[in-house]
């Protein structure tokens, strides 16, 4: 299956945080469900890569899994995101590599 070329070339994950961002600001009361959405979105971006013969990176798993734990349990909403940008910003600057 092949995504058709209008859907690489736009930057989606640009696009996604800037819905979730202004949801946010005009009904702060969904931010636990608009940052869910907006991990699940960025997981399901990552594995839509897969079908352009790209592996799956761990920045998706880790987006996939803070997203379904924000939906469980928000009320730990604070440590999911915090845990995820510090494995994310670990993984980007190259000090943890899988």
């Given amino acids: 299956m092949e995504i058709p ?3 690489v ?3 989606l994950q640009a696009v ?3 819905v979730a961002g202004l949801i946010i600001l005009m009904v ?3 931010l636990n469900y608009a940052v869910a959405t907006y991990l699940l979105g960025v997981g399901a971006l990552g594995l839509l890569l897969v079908y352009q013969g790209q592996a799956v990176k761990a920045q998706t798993i880790i987006a996939l899994v803070a997203g379904v734990l924000i939906l469980v349990k928000p009320n730990i909403l604070n440590y999911v995101i915090g ?3 510090i ?3 670990l993984l980007e600057s190259g000090v943890i590599r899988i």
């Fill in 28 to 30: 702060p009361r969904v």
């Fill in 5 to 7: 070329s209008v859907l």
């Fill in 9 to 11: 070339q736009w930057p």
């Fill in 16 to 18: 996604l945080a800037i």
């Fill in 83 to 85: 845990i995820y940008l």
């Fill in 87 to 89: 494995l994310v910003g």
